[in-house]
């Protein structure tokens, strides 16, 4: 079991807007900042977004972030097929002293 | 170009060891904090291990703490992972990523260990 919670696969049609969720606990997501990641099958994983809600150059706005309390949440906008991927977030657990991921959430473009 | 390509991956046998490499080029390595994620056959990304820029401060997970080893050196723009008494459930692609701020910014493309008799 992942310390971050995730939906195991979400599914929308081309063009549309999808949500991802991340749920944890105040010892990672409620008090330290939450990346995104892309892993496309076969390839490795690419930040999408960091600081809860920051994009690295090259990403467009399509793909959002915020942060709630002791959740996260992705956002992906205008949805293409490329867009199929798996989606992991990730922080820092001061618990346990580690970085933790979510379990990842296979996206289906429709 | 940033660049970080992993190597020393391979099949042992349960109770074994492995030394993997992780080349870093196109940035100042010394600078930067690095990490080693692993991810096995068809499962989500697991984090394993931390270093801090000058090697003082080192974080590894439960699960292979006492087993595994992070260091690195900086003159050789390189990063390792010792890992000892290595397990079936050991087994997967081990990325190295490049820590900036409070996100992994850079991964290299990952190197497979496989733990099997």
Known sequence: ?110 | EVQLVESGGGLVQPGGSLRLSCAASGFTFSNYRMNWVRQAPGKGLEWVSYISTGSTTIYSADSVKGRFTISRDNAKNSLYLQMNSLRAEDTAVYFCAREKGNTLDYWGQGTLVTVSS
């Open chain 1, 1 to 110: 079991q992942s310390v971050l919670t995730q939906p195991p696969s979400v599914s929308a049609a081309p063009g549309q807007k999808v949500t991802i969720s991340c749920s944890g606990s105040t010892s990672n997501i409620g008090n330290n900042y939450v990346s995104w990641y892309q892993q496309l099958p076969g390839t490795a994983p690419k930040l999408l977004i960091y600081d809860n809600n920051k994009r690295p150059s090259g990403i467009p706005d399509r793909f959002s972030g915020s942060k709630s309390g002791t959740s996260a949440t992705l956002g992906i906008t205008g949805l293409q097929t490329g867009d199929e991927a798996d989606y992991y977030c990730e922080t820092w657990d001061t618990s346990l002293s580690a970085g933790v991921f979510g379990g990842g959430t296979k996206l289906t473009v429709l």
